[in-house]
């Protein structure tokens, strides 16, 4: 158990919809990772939180978008669903941002988009 | 750009012996770190090990031991004694200043023969 937890373990939506997936980080973790793994496209990072503000971007969608509270924990909102985005978005923290901080995954949740 | 290369999709490995999963890297930075996770089939994604650009010995943790050669830019994970839990997908990541995000390999998936 990494302390990392992800709400919920399993969606199943529709096309054209919105869900928000949430995550807790591990105890004294002020940064919080969003990344997208899919069969076809892998690991992809998407955003990066450090105590509240955006640090960094990567292949994030327009129709998604993210936001860390004042109490760490983290929300990635995905609105107009398509098929392609069913995927396994995972959570991670760590506790800081420099080059020497590993990151710790929560156990993901599973989207399924039919 | 920053970039991680895991030429291996698959490897298979007899029980008890060691394997090398091979990881190169591209970056122009001189500071970076660079990371292993482990992924099983249940996937969660398991932090492994770390080892940082200005390291001069190799990183080790149990059974797991990091073979770099920076002069190459490899950063290959050697797994000593396989056991059977070990079959999974293994990531390759790598975080540099520039971007300051971490960018994942496309993974090895690794099977232990009893």
């Known amino acids: 158990d990494s302390g990392v937890t992800q709400t919920p373990k399993h969606l199943i939506t529709a096309t054209g919809q919105r869900v928000t997936l949430r995550c807790s980080p591990r105890?004294?973790?002020?940064?919080v990772y969003w990344y997208q793994q899919s069969l076809d496209q892998g690991l992809q990072f998407l955003i990066q939180y450090y105590n509240g503000e955006e640090r960094a971007k990567g292949n994030i969608l327009e129709r998604f978008s993210a936001q860390q509270f004042p109490d760490l924990h983290s929300e990635l909102n995905l609105s107009s669903l398509e098929l392609g985005d069913s995927a396994l978005y995972f959570c991670?923290?760590?506790?800081?941002?420099?080059?020497?901080?590993?990151?710790?995954f929560g156990p993901g949740t599973r989207l399924t988009v039919l | 750009a920053q970039k991680i290369t895991q030429t291996q999709p698959g490897m298979f490995v007899q029980e008890k012996e060691a394997v090398t999963l091979d990881c190169t890297y591209d970056?122009?930075?001189?500071?970076?770190?660079l990371f292993w996770y482990k992924q099983p089939s249940s996937g969660e994604m398991i932090f492994l090990i770390y080892?940082?650009?200005?390291?001069?010995q190799n990183a080790t943790e149990g059974r797991y031991s990091l073979n770099f050669q920076k002069a190459r830019k490899s950063a290959n994970l050697v797994i000593s004694a396989s056991q059977l839990g070990d079959s999974a997908m293994y990531f390759c990541a790598m975080r540099a200043n520039t971007g300051n995000q971490f960018y994942f390999g496309t993974g090895t998936s690794l099977t232990v023969i009893p």
């Open positions: 105890s004294g973790d002020l940064s």
């Open positions: 991670a923290s760590s506790v800081g941002t420099t080059l020497y901080n590993e990151q710790f």
């Open positions: 080892q940082g650009s200005y390291d001069e």
């Open positions: 970056t122009s930075d001189q500071s970076y770190g």
